[in-house]
């Protein structure tokens, strides 16, 4: 079957660096992507990666491994108002996206 | 950027009554289009997809009688909750794609329906 795993909570402090990892069993990739929930609002894009490597964007930085079935998304200088959820997407050889349950950040001054 | 408008962001309805709610593309054409609902503190489950001018597939165990999905033309789908129960209320998200492997999701602003 398919699957995607990722912690479900996690705290850190303001200014500090957070990685969020996600793993997964697909049927076939065509990417994997990182979203951002905050509670109430539907998700907005935060990254892409379908290619081995890191993708940087400004504070967020996107991490992928494909023979590991691994990524990681990493926040730096982390600010209050990255307190959501975030989750991690896989996108299988149909072309549909498969969802991780999503994790929840907390962050404290 | 693409832009998905998605309307009402909220309703409270009585419970046996019909909820209609929409979801247009509103800088591009989409081809196919997803609904989402996610409880609390849940991640998203996919309940159907709508391609326009087809009938919408719907995942295992969501009622296609239960829930209409409409996707009339290429920029507007909407998704009809009939006969709801409070067990329904919950927060409905769409999003569309412009192509059948385009990358990218483009999330409406959801709707969040409670049913009394």
């Known amino acids: 079957g398919q699957n995607i795993d990722q912690p479900t909570e996690m705290t850190a402090t303001e200014g500090a660096i957070v990685q969020i990892n996600c793993t997964y069993q697909t049927s076939g990739f065509n990417g994997l992507f990182w979203y951002q929930q905050h509670a109430g609002e539907a998700p907005t894009f935060l990254s892409y990666?379908?290619l081995d490597g890191l993708e940087e964007k400004g504070r967020f930085s996107s991490f992928l491994s494909r023979s590991k079935g691994y990524s990681y998304l990493l926040l730096k200088e982390l600010q209050m108002k990255d307190s959501a959820s975030y989750l991690c997407a896989v996108m299988d050889s149909n072309y549909q996206l498969i969802w991780g349950a999503g994790t929840k950040l907390i962050i404290k001054p | 950027g693409a832009v998905v408008s998605q309307h009402p962001s909220r309703v409270i309805c009585k419970s046996g009554t019909s909820v209609k709610i929409e979801c247009r593309s509103l800088?591009?054409?989409?081809?196919?289009m997803f609904w989402y609902r996610q409880f609390p503190k849940q991640s998203l489950m996919l309940m159907a997809t709508?391609?326009?001018?087809?009938?919408?597939?719907?995942e295992q165990g969501v009622e296609k009688d239960k829930f209409l999905i409409n996707h009339a033309s290429l920029t507007l789908s909407t998704l009809t909750v009939t006969s709801a129960h409070p067990e329904d209320s919950s927060f409905y998200i769409c999003s569309a794609r412009k192509g059948d492997k385009d990358t990218e999701a483009f999330f409406g602003q959801g709707t969040r329906l409670t049913v009394v």
């Open positions: 800088d591009f054409q989409a081809t196919t």
């Open positions: 709508s391609n326009e001018g087809s009938k919408a597939t719907y």
């Open positions: 990666n379908v």
